[in-house]
């Protein structure tokens, strides 16, 4: 049962475009969401997150939006670059007794083409 | 100097054969992570530990076992390693300070292939 779900295995973008990675969840506990980007044998590293309290949160050409009726987030980059050719993972985090609890998405792979 | 740092980077091995992998992060962070990421490109969390407790076991076989002799390791044994074991395993750690949450850094990874 996935939780955190991409839809889009790849996207093709333009250089200099705007990129848009989609995101979906179904658990309405999750309370904050994470975007990492992960290059060719390399761990993933930590993009950009938002708090469930929040519907945008901005960090230089990287904006990530949440629309929590729809359980969706998006992860805009403008403009693109080539640098930017990656996977990018989605994940959802909510806080239990337990602790922490990430959640990851299946990842888009985004190819920014010069 | 590297945050999260997993060794060996590549490991191969026999069926039945048991191997440790090892992870060091030097953040000062509280929780440290495995995560198994499959030939699906799936990565889905083993085990946290916090404080040399472990707080999360997601249906994992005890042929897996984790092992933190301190807050800033946690290792990963396997028993009786299996083909379907082959993948591709990430350590990673997070500080969890207050009602804040802390992101995940993630060690490079250790390729296993089972023979």
């Known amino acids: 049962d996935q939780q955190v779900k991409q839809n889009s295995p790849s996207l093709s973008v333009q250089e200099g475009r705007i990129s848009i990675l989609n995101c979906d969840y179904t658990n309405s506990m999750f309370d904050y969401f994470l975007w990492y980007k992960k290059y060719p044998a390399e761990g993933p590293t930590f993009l950009i997150s938002?708090?469930?309290?929040?519907d945008k949160n901005e960090d230089g050409r990287f904006t990530v939006f949440l629309n929590k009726s729809a359980k969706h987030l998006s992860l805009h980059i403008v403009p693109s670059q080539p640098g930017d050719s990656a996977v990018y993972f989605c994940a959802a985090s909510r806080r239990d007794n337990y602790g922490q609890n990430f959640v990851f998405g299946p990842g888009t792979r985004l190819s920014v083409l010069p | 100097d590297t945050a999260v740092s997993q060794t060996p980077k590549y490991l191969v091995t026999q069926m039945g054969n048991d191997k440790s992998i090892k992870c060091e992060q030097n953040l000062g962070h509280d929780t440290m992570y495995w995560y198994k990421q499959d030939s699906k490109k799936f990565l889905k969390i083993m085990f946290s530990y916090n404080n040399k407790e472990l707080i999360i076991n997601e249906t994992v076989p005890n042929r897996f076992s984790p092992k933190s002799p301190d807050k800033a390791h946690l290792n990963l044994h396997i028993n009786s390693l299996e083909l379907g074991d082959s993948a591709v395993y990430f350590c990673a750690s997070s500080r969890l300070a207050g009602e804040s949450i802390g992101e995940q850094f993630f060690g490079p990874g250790t390729r296993l292939t089972v023979l």
């Open positions: 938002i708090s469930s309290i929040k």
